[in-house]
T-cell receptor
Framework: GAVVSQHPSRVICKSGTSVKIECRSL??????MFWYRQFPKKSLMLMAT?????????EQGVEKDKFLINHASLTLSTLTVTSAHPEDSSFYIC?????????????FGPGTRLTVL | AQTVTQSQPEMSVQEAETVTLSCTYD???????LFWYKQPPSRQMILVIR??????QNATENRFSVNFQKAAKSFSLKISDSQLGDAAMYFC??????????FGKGTLLTVNP
């Protein structure tokens, strides 16, 4: 149980285009999901907290108009990188908190590698 | 603000030996959780062990155990009988009342056969 999927696992896009990444909780309901960014050989940096049915909360320094987050259902959150540029190339990881489980346990997706040309 | 510090960028251990990874943290909250995550080359984050701050007893999971020193704000991970599959990046993380996790910079563990 407690599986989180991400799609796509890998995406390459041209500069100026938008890319959508999906994060799904497959066997539990997630009222809260988190989006992280990870540079090579670096730690995970929290970008935003996604709450079902409400606006996302962004961490300081993260452009909310650049990284659009939607959490329309209890099993799906999406991150859209708008007008992507090469500096947006990174590994994006989502995690989900089980609404019915331990409040401090998060389950991580396998990540999405974004390359912007 | 919460901070997590891992002072060992890299560590190595011989197969079957024991290794300890260090982690210190800082938080103003009284109710918090501490975690060790493993990230192998696949980059999938895997929970290794967790510790509730209110529990005095150190958590253990098979070959993995922690030394939780609350007053010193220290949370080290001990891996016993190291195996080749233990080779990975290890992250210490701190969770608080808002469910957010703050991660340390990680320690890259190499296991030598």
């Amino acid at each position: 149980g407690a599986v989180v999927s991400q799609h796509p696992s890998r995406v390459i896009c041209k500069s100026g285009t938008s890319v959508k990444i999906e994060c799904r909780s497959l066997d539990f309901q997630a009222t809260t999901m988190f989006w992280y960014r990870q540079f090579p050989k670096k730690s995970l940096m929290l970008m935003a907290t996604s709450n079902e049915g409400s606006k996302a909360t962004y961490e300081q320094g993260v452009e909310k108009d650049k990284f659009l987050i939607n959490h329309a259902s209890l099993t799906l959150s999406t991150l859209t990188v708008t007008s992507a540029h090469p500096e947006d190339s990174s590994f994006y990881i989502c995690s989900a908190r089980d609404a019915g489980g331990d409040r401090n346990e998060q389950f991580f997706g396998p990540g999405t590698r974004l390359t912007v040309l | 603000a919460q901070t997590v510090t891992q002072s060992q960028p890299e560590m190595s251990v011989q197969e079957a030996e024991t290794v300890t990874l260090s982690c210190t943290y800082d938080t103003s909250e009284s109710d918090y959780y501490l975690f060790w995550y493993k990230q192998p080359p696949s980059r999938q984050m895997i929970l290794v062990i967790r510790q509730e701050a209110y529990k005095q007893q150190n958590a253990t999971e098979n070959r993995f155990s922690v030394n939780f020193q609350k007053a010193a704000k220290s949370f080290s991970l001990k891996i016993s009988d190291s195996q080749l599959g233990d080779a990975a990046m290890y992250f210490c993380a701190l969770g608080g009342s808002n469910y957010k996790l703050t991660f340390g910079k990680g320690t890259l563990l190499t296991v030598n056969p």
